[in-house]
Nanobody, 128 residues
Framework: EVQLVESGGGLVQAGGSLRLSCATS????????IGWFRQAPGKEREGVAC????????YYPNSVKDRFTASVDDAKKTAYLQMNNLEPEDTAVYYC?????????????????????WGQGTQVTVSS
């Protein structure tokens, strides 16, 4: 059974940083793409980072590019999302997601239905 457990959310001032973690189990970590989505109140869930299966090629949308960095620790089967220079607009519940053999692209990150496994989410609140 695929399990994804996020942690590291919290309250931070604008301009600050947070690092989210996603502990995984139940699947061959290297064979799965790892993504990060977020959902703000009243808004659609949107993808903010993706690491492709196998070679971990990254993709970020323009809204977070140069501020967010996704990474993995294969030995720990853990994914991370480093978020710098946070803005109040980044306030949302952040979800870790995984999908077997997926290659990151703008269209793949935009299509939530492609991602079969989701964590429970962790709240990030950025105060102004």
């Amino acid at each position: 059974e695929v399990q994804l457990v996020e942690s590291g959310g919290g309250l931070v001032q604008a301009g600050g940083s947070l690092r989210l973690s996603c502990a995984t189990s139940g699947f061959r970590f290297g064979e799965y793409a790892i993504g990060w989505f977020r959902q703000a109140p009243g808004k659609e869930r949107e993808g903010v980072a993706c690491l492709s299966a196998y070679d971990r090629t990254p993709y970020y949308p323009n809204s977070v590019k140069d501020r967010f960095t996704a990474s993995v620790d294969d030995a720990k089967k853990t994914a991370y999302l480093q978020m710098n220079n946070l803005e109040p607009e980044d306030t949302a519940v952040y979800y870790c997601v995984a999908e077997r053999a997926l290659i990151c692209s703008p269209s793949n990150l935009a299509r939530r239905i492609l991602w079969g496994d989701w964590g429970q989410g962790t709240q990030v609140t950025v105060s102004s």
